[in-house]
């Protein structure tokens, strides 16, 4: 018999998870505004006799080209033009300090704080900090050529170049992306509804959630442009209403354990292809007779979308089609002044302005104290890993260094092949796609793409070549060494406070959803908000998680023990909105003491879990009238509570 390998030879499971690719298409329209934005202005300077001065232009590109991720073109504008403001600021502070020793350190630093505290807003004030900081270690660590002000000039140039690239099709595609979005929205939940009764529906039922959450996030953003009636806008809000009865039927199916009759999906699929093209004319629904209260609430609710989606007068003057389910956007100026007060008195916030400043306060002082060559790459290298919404920061520091060293095999073969000068811009128009075809595919890949881009773009400031390799590696690893002690092995109450303290608050919600859910006089959009948020925050907390199982012990293991938590939570929220729609389709009405009994159990759960991190089994009398609408609910609330540690 052949000789099995020890098993001690077989990777852990998290470093699997952390090498794995993920799966992503192909950016080509993103790829080649890649290549013309990071090739262009280098062309420019060249020609000019300035190679310096495009160069710093094409590093203003790249942060464009990273944040180049938006389908939607107003979308494109906070994802590129937001940031590119924060960076000039950035660079502007790095080199009005840059060489005055400690005041750097203290500069730096503060602007850590800040970055920090700031990118806990949201998905574009993370990456406006995240540039905000970037820049100001290149200002304060790099000499750049010229006044103050035209670096940042040059550098913002460069990503309004790529802004202008994104935004060229814009007059022939507007309104296209959105509702791509809204008819991707459709055919996910129709594969939902065919996967009802299966084991497939849990995995789908996640992908209906981040479509409805990305639909809805570019829907509302280009609401924000919009102070008065927008009818394109108001019929595309319209359409995505109309598919969350469909979405709350869906449970409900899904209880009864048997697929639903394949013309249903279908019939999704089809409302899915007319809101793509913007076909308004009659729909012909064929559709099973419905036999019981599930399917007559499947089969109202794709007739109500049906009619919305057909519906030439959507979006006008009906207060049904007008009205959003997660309600207005308020105005700039409240939203503003909320972020700013969220910011300042939210602990989350000082936690992580904290750590980040902590972080990088020991790199500038570090490379203060000692000689390190290119020191401005520790503090960016902590940067990039330090960033917790974008993934866990043990990965990222392990994919950091991974990525760094395959890119530094790249750039060794250009600098040492490639002359300085003129064959540069044919090199840069063959690396630059590589940054948006591969950062698709994770982190570490995203850091072998950029690795040779950067240092290519340093050689022409510095014309070091092949000197810079391992100043660059050396300055990576110190930056990964430095995040990975001072910003994550010293914060071990970081795991609950960013998973546990959230799942808490998730059950609590829950708890709230069931009392308003159930009670007698029930606003249809409220309790659809409510909803959506949940799905929304659990969807959140999901992402969480399985960051977390790419973290080695005791992290790892701690997040595998919890997962089924989640799902259970998952599945409680489902239980709800399937008896909720039983009701509103013929079920008796459960009496107070019902609802009172299941919601206190849910709040005695989300107790527990704020004051421990080993999950203990607790049991829990939950009965009730038999045959009642609330008997699956119990039984998932039990189960929840049911979970045991592993211990």
Not at 18 to 29: I, K
Not at 249 to 277: K, M, N, S
Not at 447 to 453: Q, S
Not at 468 to 488: E, K, T
Request: glycine share 8%; net charge positive; aromatic share 6%.
């Amino acid at each position: 018999m052949p000789r099995q390998l020890p098993s001690v030879l077989t990777p852990p499971d998290w470093l699997v998870r952390n090498l794995r690719p993920q799966q992503a298409p192909v950016p080509w329209a993103a790829a080649a505004r890649a290549a013309i934005a990071l090739a262009l202005p280098l062309t420019i300077g060249l020609a000019a006799g300035e190679p310096a001065y495009g160069a710093l232009a094409s590093m203003g590109a790249l942060s464009g080209v990273i944040g180049d991720t938006a389908d939607a073109y107003r979308m494109r504008i906070f994802n590129i033009a937001v940031p590119q403001l924060f960076g000039a600021i950035g660079v502007t502070i790095g080199s009005l300090v840059y060489g005055h020793g400690w005041v750097a350190v203290g500069a730096v630093t503060c602007v850590a704080l800040l970055s920090g505290m700031i990118s806990t807003i949201g998905a574009v004030a993370s990456v406006s900090s995240l540039l905000l900081l970037l820049n100001c270690s290149i200002g304060a660590g790099l000499p750049l050529p010229g006044s103050w002000w035209l670096a940042p000039l040059l550098m913002s140039g460069g990503g309004l170049l790529v802004l202008a690239l994104a935004l060229l099709a814009w007059p022939l595609r507007s309104g296209i992306p959105e509702r791509a979005a809204v008819a991707h929205t459709y055919r996910t939940v129709a594969d939902l509804l065919a996967a009802t009764g299966t084991e497939r529906y849990v995995d789908i039922r996640l992908a209906v959630t981040q479509s409805l959450n990305q639909s809805y996030d570019l829907a509302l953003a280009r609401r924000a442009f919009h102070h008065g009636r927008n009818p394109e806008l108001a019929r595309l809000l319209a359409q995505l209403n109309a598919i969350t009865p469909v979405v709350e039927a869906a449970p409900a199916a899904h209880q009864f354990e048997e697929p639903l009759a394949p013309e249903v999906a279908d019939a999704v699929r089809h409302l899915a292809d007319a809101v793509e093209t913007g076909y308004t004319g009659p729909i012909g629904l064929s559709l099973p007779v419905p036999t019981n209260e599930t399917a007559r609430a499947v089969d109202h609710a794709l007739r109500h979308a049906a009619d919305v989606v057909s519906d030439r007068s959507a979006g006008k003057a009906s207060p049904r089609n007008v009205d959003d389910r997660l309600g207005r956007p308020a105005a700039l100026r409240v939203r503003a002044t909320r972020a700013s007060r969220n910011v300042l008195l939210s602990a989350a916030s000082w936690r992580y302005g904290l750590r980040l400043a902590l972080c990088i306060g020991l790199a500038q002082a570090l490379v203060s104290l000692v000689p390190v060559p290119r020191s401005y790459w520790v503090a960016l290298t902590i940067t990039f890993v330090m960033k917790p919404d974008f993934g866990s920061v043990f990965s990222r520091a392990l994919l950091r260094a991974l990525g760094t060293v395959a890119g530094l095999v790249v750039a060794a073969v250009v600098l040492a092949l490639v002359p300085l000068g003129w064959w540069d811009v044919p090199v840069m128009f063959v690396l630059g796609p590589l940054i948006p075809v591969l950062g698709r595919r994770g982190y570490g890949y995203q850091t072998a793409a950029v690795t040779p881009v950067i240092l290519l773009l340093s050689d022409v400031l510095n014309h070091l070549g092949t000197a810079l390799l391992v100043p660059r590696l050396a300055d990576s690893l110190i930056g990964c060494a430095i995040a990975l002690v001072a910003g994550y092995l010293l914060w071990p109450e970081s795991w609950h406070t960013r998973v546990g303290d959230r799942l808490a608050d998730a059950v609590a919600d829950t708890a709230r959803y069931v009392e308003y859910a159930f009670g007698a006089d029930v606003d249809p959009a409220a309790r659809a908000r409510m909803r959506r948020r949940l799905y929304r925050d659990l969807s959140a907390i999901r992402t969480e998680f399985q960051r977390a199982l790419s973290e080695p012990p005791p992290s790892g293991r701690r997040a595998a023990a919890w997962l089924p938590l989640v799902v259970a939570v998952e599945r409680i929220v489902d239980a709800t909105t399937a008896a909720g729609v039983r009701i509103r389709h013929g079920a008796q009405r459960p009496s107070p003491a019902e609802i009172s009994h299941v919601a206190l159990q849910l709040r005695e759960l989300s107790d527990g879990l704020r004051e421990t991190d080993t999950l203990v089994a607790v049991r829990t009398d939950l009965t009730g009238p038999a045959g009642s609408v609330l008997e699956p609910l119990r039984q998932e609330v039990a189960a929840a509570r049911a979970i045991a540690s592993p211990h």
